[in-house]
């Protein structure tokens, strides 16, 4: 389980192929503090701490999981967003993650605007049924409100903290996106299955 919070950024530093699968090596400020086989949300796909060193960790993505998010896309030298997994008793900021991500979608547009940014994400329609305007949604790992709604698409607002501390700036109109709905809204509707 996860907030949304990101806690990091991480260079993917390699990425290999091994009989279907891929492992990634990250490099993270917070390397050091892992432990093998924790949990860490790697633009929000909840993954398994594999090697580590003091400077980075290596994670392994089935062939189910890099067809089903972008993590497939990921090349050598790609920023991500990183965050450990909750602990019990800490603070619960953002909103409950899994890291299961529901849908890829693509960033539309991003406009600045003064104070923050707004990006305009299209989805499938049969699959976004559990964004709620002004409810959470998770874009790569990141906890965001839904700022505006309508069919095959959801905005966002950014504050510049959030653009700068996360992968979000580097985003252009056309890249893909992973996108965790809201889990108490996917409770609530009976959409927790797949």
């Known amino acids: 389980m996860f907030t949304g919070l990101i806690e990091t950024v991480g260079r993917v530093e390699r990425a290999v192929g091994r009989q279907g699968n891929r492992v990634f090596t990250v490099s993270a400020g917070f390397a050091g503090e892992l432990s093998l086989g924790e949990s860490?949300?790697?633009?929000?796909?909840?993954?398994?701490v594999t090697r580590l060193d003091k400077k980075s960790f290596d994670i392994?993505?089935?062939?189910?999981?890099?067809?089903?998010t972008t993590l497939g896309r990921l090349r050598t030298g790609d920023v991500v967003n990183l965050e450990r997994a909750l602990r019990a008793g800490?603070?619960?900021?953002?909103?409950?993650?899994?890291?299961?991500?529901?849908e890829v979608g693509k960033v539309r547009r991003i406009e600045q605007h003064s104070g923050h940014w707004t990006l305009a994400i299209e989805t499938?329609?049969?699959?976004?049924?559990?964004?709620?305007?002004?409810?959470?949604?998770?874009?790569?790992?990141?906890?965001?409100?839904v700022a505006s709604l309508r069919p095959g698409e959801f905005a966002v607002n950014i504050i510049p903290h959030?653009?700068?501390?996360?992968?979000?700036?580097?985003?252009?109109?056309?890249?893909?996106?992973?996108?965790?709905?809201?889990?108490?809204?996917?409770?609530?509707q009976g959409t927790t299955r797949s």
């Not at 800490?90 to 529901?102: A, I």
């Not at 499938?124 to 409100?145: E, F, N, Y």
């Not at 996108?179 to 609530?188: N, P």
């Open 40 to 48: 860490v949300a790697v633009n929000g796909c909840c993954l398994t």
């Open 162 to 188: 959030t653009w700068e501390n996360t992968n979000l700036k580097q985003r252009r109109p056309g890249d893909k996106v992973n996108i965790e709905y809201d889990l108490l809204v996917k409770a609530v």
């Open 124 to 145: 499938d329609r049969r699959k976004s049924r559990p964004l709620v305007a002004k409810g959470s949604v998770c874009v790569d790992g990141i906890s965001l409100t």
């Open 60 to 68: 392994e993505a089935v062939a189910s999981t890099l067809e089903a």
């Open 90 to 102: 800490d603070r619960m900021g953002g909103h409950f993650v899994q890291g299961h991500v529901d």
